[in-house]
Every structure is written in structure tokens, then in C-alpha cells.
């Protein structure tokens, strides 16, 4: 299976993440997950990066889309989940060429929906637990900013791809699972 979750930061995608990975066994690709890892290690692709994530900016497209093109090239055919990429129509577009030159498809894309205060409360919860730098509220509300301006038109381009299925990311964690399983089922 070959997936891509997407949604507003905060929407869950971590969590239902791990549930989808245990359940079918995808190897999960989070971009956030490499990044933080990089700056931790201080790697020059950490040291650039940090600016952009402590400010709740995108990282520049080239430095993810290489991230990206060096993972998928690594699997041969097992199935993966992408969590936080593409973020952008340009890393959607270059997606597409990776997966293409290796005679891949993607199967689906999950959209887990989410409202701004909704996010907002979450995260400041989530920053109390987990301390995560970009966690402020300031922070936040530029991601979600960048969210709208820059990854929300992936809506169009996969609805036009006739890939895109959007679940309702509110509510108990165990439902959102369930609607997210009866879309992958057909696809295991
Ligand atoms: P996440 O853990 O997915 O919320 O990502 C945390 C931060 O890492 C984002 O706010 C961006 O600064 C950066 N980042 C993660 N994935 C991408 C991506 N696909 N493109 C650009 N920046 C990214």
C-alpha cells in the first residue's frame, strides 16, 4: 500500500500514523520526523532547516524533495506512508517524477480535517507534553497560515487525480482509525 496522509498540523496525523503502520505494515516517511532528527544531530541539513521550522516556515522544496527521493528510492516496492510531505503543489509535482521513474502509484490520500481552534487547542496542549519548539501559539498560527497558502491546494490536485478521500479528524481516536481503516481496507 502507498499512501499519503495529509492535514493541518495538528490534526492527528502522528497518531493515526502509528495505528496505520502497525495495522499494515507501511514504512512511515515523516519529513518532520528526518528533520528534527537532523537538527537534534546538528547535520547540515539540520542547521539550515532550523530556521525555517523554529519560525513554523516551510523548509526550502530542493532540501525535502531530496530527503524524499533518497527514502522512496531506498524501498524497492514495499508499501510506505508519506506523513508532512508533499507539502506544496512543487513537491506534489516532483513526487509524482519519483515515483513514476520507478513504475510506482500512489493508492490513496487521506485529508484529516480539522478546524483552526481546534489546532490551536490541541497543540497548546500538545506543547505542554511534548515541548516542541514550533509548538507556540504564535508559531502555530503561522503554520496554519502556511498550511492554507501553501498545502491546501494538494486538496485539488488529488481530488483531480481521483486519489483524494477526506476523513473527519475530530472526535474519538479510535473512530477516526475506524473511518481511516474502512478507506485503506480495499487497499491491502
Ligand atoms: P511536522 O512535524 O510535519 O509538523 O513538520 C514540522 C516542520 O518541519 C514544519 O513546520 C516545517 O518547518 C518542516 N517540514 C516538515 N515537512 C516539510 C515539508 N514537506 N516541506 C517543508 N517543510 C517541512
Do not use: C, W
Amino acid at each position: 500500500m502507498k499512501l499519503i496522509i495529509f492535514g493541518p498540523p495538528g490534526a492527528g496525523k502522528g497518531t493515526q500514523a502509528e495505528f496505520i503502520k502497525e495495522k499494515y505494515n507501511v514504512e512511515h516517511i515523516s519529513t518532520g520526523n528526518v528533520l528534527r532528527e537532523a537538527v537534534k544531530n546538528e547535520t547540515e541539513v539540520g542547521l539550515l532547516a532550523k530556521s525555517y521550522m523554529d519560525k513554523g516556515e516551510l523548509v526550502p522544496d530542493e532540501v525535502v524533495i531530496e530527503i524524499i527521493n533518497q527514502k522512496i528510492s531506498s524501498l524497492g516496492d514495499k508499501g510506505f506512508m508519506l506523513d508532512g510531505f508533499p507539502r506544496t503543489i512543487k513537491q506534489a509535482e516532483a513526487l509524482d517524477k519519483v515515483l513514476d521513474k520507478q513504475d510506482l502509484n500512489l493508492d490513496t490520500v487521506v485529508l484529516l480535517e480539522v478546524d483552526d481552534e481546534e489546532v490551536v487547542k490541541r497543540i497548546m496542549k500538545r506543547q505542554k507534553i511534548e515541548g516542541r519548539d514550533d509548538d507556540s501559539e504564535d508559531v502555530v498560527r503561522n503554520r496554519l497560515k502556511v498550511y492554507r497558502d501553501q498545502t491546501s491546494p494538494l486538496r485539488s490536485y488529488y481530488s483531480e487525480k481521483g486519489l483524494l478521500e477526506v476523513v473527519e479528524g475530530v472526535g474519538d481516536i479510535t473512530d477516526i482509525s475506524k473511518r481511516i481503516d474502512n478507506i485503506l481496507e480495499q487497499y491491502a
